[in-house]
């Protein structure tokens, strides 16, 4: 596709529920990371992926947080259990081979509101 | 945890102004980044500015780095209200991949 596309844009959960947020990036681009922007905040850092292998999960606030890109192209971030304090705008981006010195191009976001 | 911080965290300014945002970070890093994001919507790149460059210019912004003191600032000149957004910074640290981003800065430009 032209740009990165993430579904659904808009999820409204009840606590306790399980959530699957899917990101779609650019055709070819390698890598793939996944943010968490709370309200009034800037993106933080939640897991990066290259390719298929996940080389950085640092970000991912509990083990409740689990993300996967198995063919190296489309990823889902998956909450389980989810709590009051997992309302944000979840972003996806991509960035082509040789990311360093590259831009990231971002997904519109799914907004998750925990109930 | 957020690297950069940008200040001002608000800023309003008239239509035709300019508006200056600064960045500062903490660790070395490969270039920063200055994207915006209006209400709502997904971040969009801006301008890249490479640690071995001291100033950048696209159209109407203009990004300086000071790596001695590690801090950049944006410079949007004749601001118009569809300018309104919010401009984060976002550091390439050396040895990573990943992005890190400050607060950033809301940004009114009042018609």
């Known amino acids: 596709g032209a740009g990165v596309s993430q579904s659904p844009r808009y999820k409204v959960a009840k606590r306790g529920q399980d959530v699957a947020l899917r990101c779609d990036p650019i055709?070819?681009?390698?890598?793939l990371f996944w943010y968490q922007q709370a309200l009034g905040q800037g993106p933080e850092f939640l897991t990066y992926?290259?390719?298929?292998?996940?080389?950085?999960k640092s970000g991912l606030p509990s083990d409740r947080f689990f993300a996967e890109r198995p063919e190296g192209s489309v990823s889902t971030l998956k909450i389980q259990r989810t709590q009051q304090e997992d309302s944000a705008v979840y972003l996806c981006?991509?960035?082509?081979?040789?990311?360093?010195?590259?831009?990231?191009?971002f997904g519109q976001g799914t907004r998750l509101t925990v109930v | 945890s957020q690297q950069g911080e940008e200040d001002p965290q608000a800023l309003s300014i008239q239509e035709g102004e300019n508006a200056t945002m600064n960045c500062s970070y903490k660790t070395s890093i490969n270039n920063l980044q200055w994207y915006r994001q209006n209400s709502g919507r997904g971040l969009v790149h801006l301008i890249l500015?490479?640690?071995?460059?001291r100033e950048k210019h696209s159209g109407r912004l203009r990004v300086t780095l000071d790596t001695s003191k590690k801090s950049s600032s944006l410079l949007i000149t004749a601001s118009r209200a569809a300018d309104t957004a919010s401009y984060f910074c976002a550091t390439d640290r050396s040895g990573s991949e990943k992005l890190v981003f400050g607060k950033g800065t809301k940004l009114t430009v009042n018609p």
């Open positions: 992926f290259q390719n298929e292998a996940q080389l950085d």
């Open positions: 500015i490479r640690s071995n460059e």
């Open positions: 055709s070819g681009h390698v890598s």
């Open positions: 981006a991509s960035r082509a081979m040789g990311g360093t010195n590259t831009e990231a191009f």
